[in-house]
């Protein structure tokens, strides 16, 4: 955990490892691939989201396969990158940094996506069984529904029981607060699953 008593010293490498995981977060994938093969703004498609799911509504899976392993990939580098210079706090806050960056990305005015790949990653990034648990959750509870939400959902839930399960609190304390995040930008979703008006992947909005 981090040492208050640590003082500036201590702390300011860590809040500058933070805002690079931001910044590595912030990169907005699904519309750079989309606008690189001219599907225009993909904002303005379906939901309006920049993730994979949205992506997909364009037709194109390819881009979609490619905008859901480069957002896992840069959760789980900065993940990564924390541990590699600063141990598990860094590694804590650089989860924290890049899932916030890819929901509030500052090039796209702080509207982003909804975090599931990237939170995918950073769990990873964290420790393999929490990824691992992350994954198999959201492959299941897809596969079972065919609602790319209910995964995500299903997906955020898993990592704090995984990390429960590990006996991690630092884990587990970061991975719920994360959770709480993705569940919140999925508030939309949960209305329409309750009314049950939730699309199926690859249709609808």
């Known amino acids: 955990m981090i040492d208050p008593l640590g ?3 201590y702390i300011w490498p ?3 490892g933070a805002a690079i995981a931001y910044v590595i977060g912030s990169i907005p994938f699904g519309l750079l691939l ?4 001219g599907l225009g703004d993909i904002r303005k498609i ?3 989201n920049i993730g994979a799911t949205n992506v997909l509504r364009t037709g194109r899976k390819g881009l979609a396969a490619a905008t ?18 600063g141990g598990p706090d860094l590694a804590v806050l650089a989860a924290y940094g890049a899932l ?8 796209l005015k702080f509207k982003g996506g909804k975090g599931v790949a990237t939170f995918l990653g950073v769990a990873a990034g964290l420790a393999w069984p929490l990824g691992a648990a992350a994954a198999a959750a959201w492959l299941i509870a897809a596969a079972a529904t065919r609602i790319s939400s209910v995964g995500g959902l299903a997906a955020a839930l898993a990592a704090p029981i995984a990390a429960a399960a590990l006996g991690d609190r630092q884990f587990l304390e970061a991975t ?5 995040l993705v569940w919140a930008r999925h508030w939309l979703n949960i209305l329409r699953l309750f009314q049950g008006k939730e ?3 690859g249709a609808g909005r």
């Open 46 to 48: 379906g939901s309006g």
């Open 176 to 180: 719920a607060a994360m959770a709480l």
């Open 14 to 16: 860590l809040l500058l």
């Open 100 to 107: 916030i960056g890819h929901c509030f990305p500052i090039w």
């Open 34 to 37: 989309t606008r690189a093969f």
């Open 68 to 85: 859901l392993i480069l957002d896992i990939a840069k959760g789980f580098a900065a993940v990564v990158l924390g541990w590699h210079f």
């Open 7 to 9: 003082g500036w010293p």
């Open 199 to 201: 699309p199926k992947i």
